[in-house]
């Protein structure tokens, strides 16, 4: 019954938002909408509550300014392959502008520079890529979401036990590394979070980041992880996971075995991690804005058709959220991008 009552005012809350989205209806005058622009996005992957947010940014932005938008991600986040050679496919279809947010960071680099070649202007969204031709970034600073969630957990635990980390990775499962020390499995977004995490905690003698585990835009793989960590260290007081695979599958374990003593900080904004969230399961999760990251995206992959200066990167910023907060008018706006 208190969930039914959670949720009736949750959707109150966010009805009063489609409203609030009317500032995206009409193009800036500087913007002509006289002619079709061609734009491809290529994401990490094909479903999931956060692409399919992103999509809904882009998809209103292209509304607004006129474009033809092809979108475009592989099935898993681990296809690195497959999301070259959908960036080789718009090259060669001609997009005026493609827009990626890049499964690996050095693996994506070369392709970017070889539609840079052919004079196609490239922008980042949600991860970086490693060149240099890369137009401008947009998207949310992962280092500073992984202090934010690492400064809650701590928090949470009154500054002392054992912490583990569940990330992702674009890379094979069986090459994990035994240790917890940061690497670059692919994805920079990945890599900033972990650093982010750990560089915090390390200022708390205290507190000791026990395990690190990866898994690859796989629920089941991230259950999987996260019995195991509570199996090899018992004495285990708290879960940070850092997206939205890794905080689906540790919330159901921790759920479905009635660890009420574990304490989680998650990084996801679908309607069942809210659900956790109230429950108690999680106690705070870092959120990003994705249907901004989207429309922004969009937005300035016009602006360099029409040859306009962009900014060099575009911090959509990052927000925890818990019970406390998450009916805020403005939290709810980033919990429910309702559009028109």
């Known amino acids: 019954?208190?969930?039914?009552?959670?949720?009736?005012?949750?959707?109150?809350?966010?009805?009063?938002?489609?409203?609030?989205?009317?500032?995206?209806?009409?193009a800036p005058d500087y913007i002509s909408t006289n002619k079709t622009r061609n734009i491809h996005m290529i994401v990490k992957m094909n479903r999931g509550d956060y692409w399919n947010t992103v999509k809904l940014g882009a998809e209103a932005?292209?509304?607004?300014?006129n474009v033809k938008l092809t979108f475009k991600a592989p099935d898993s986040e681990s296809d690195i392959d497959e999301q070259i050679g959908m960036v080789q496919a718009s090259i060669k279809q001609k997009a005026?502008?493609?827009?990626?947010?890049?499964?690996s960071y050095m693996g994506?680099?070369?392709?970017?520079?070889?539609?840079?070649?052919?004079?196609?202007?490239?922008?980042?969204?949600?991860?970086?890529v490693g060149s240099a031709r890369v137009r401008t970034y947009v998207g949310s600073n992962g280092y500073e979401a992984g202090q934010k969630s690492a400064e809650r957990l701590i928090e949470l635990l009154n500054g002392y036990g054992e912490i583990g980390i569940i990330n992702f990775t674009n890379s094979s499962l069986n090459e994990q590394p035994e240790s917890t020390s940061t690497v670059d499995y692919g994805a920079r977004d990945?890599?900033?979070?972990?650093?982010?995490?750990?560089?915090?905690a390390a200022r708390y003698p205290n507190v000791h980041v026990v395990e690190i585990s990866y898994t690859s835009s796989n629920i089941t793989n991230a259950e999987d992880l996260t019995q195991l960590m509570l199996?090899?260290?018992?004495?285990?007081?708290?879960?940070?996971?850092?997206?939205?695979?890794?905080?689906?599958?540790?919330?159901?374990?921790i759920k479905n075995l009635g660890k009420d003593n574990i304490k989680?900080?998650?990084?996801?904004?679908?309607?069942?991690?809210?659900?956790?969230?109230?429950?108690?399961?999680?106690?705070?999760?870092?959120?990003?804005?994705?249907f901004s990251n989207g429309y922004l995206a969009v937005k300035y992959a016009v602006e360099v058709i029409e040859g306009m200066d962009v900014p060099e990167r575009v911090d959509t910023g990052t927000k925890?959220?818990?019970?406390?907060?998450?009916?805020?008018?403005?939290?709810?706006?980033?919990?429910?991008?309702?559009v028109r």
């Open 264 to 290: 989680m900080v998650a990084f996801d904004s679908s309607p069942s991690m809210m659900e956790l969230l109230q429950e108690g399961t999680v106690q705070a999760t870092v959120i990003q804005n994705p």
């Open 190 to 200: 990945a890599d900033e979070r972990e650093r982010g995490f750990l560089n915090y």
């Open 1 to 26: 019954m208190k969930t039914k009552r959670f949720w009736l005012t949750l959707l109150m809350c966010a009805g009063l938002w489609t409203t609030v989205t009317s500032c995206f209806n009409s």
């Open 231 to 253: 199996l090899k260290h018992p004495k285990l007081r708290g879960i940070a996971t850092l997206n939205e695979t890794a905080s689906q599958g540790a919330a159901m374990v």
């Open 61 to 65: 932005a292209a509304q607004e300014f």
């Open 96 to 103: 005026d502008v493609i827009i990626l947010a890049a499964s």
């Open 108 to 128: 994506l680099a070369q392709v970017v520079d070889q539609a840079a070649y052919y004079k196609i202007p490239v922008i980042s969204v949600d991860a970086e």
């Open 320 to 338: 925890l959220i818990d019970l406390d907060n998450m009916l805020w008018p403005e939290n709810q706006k980033l919990l429910f991008p309702f």
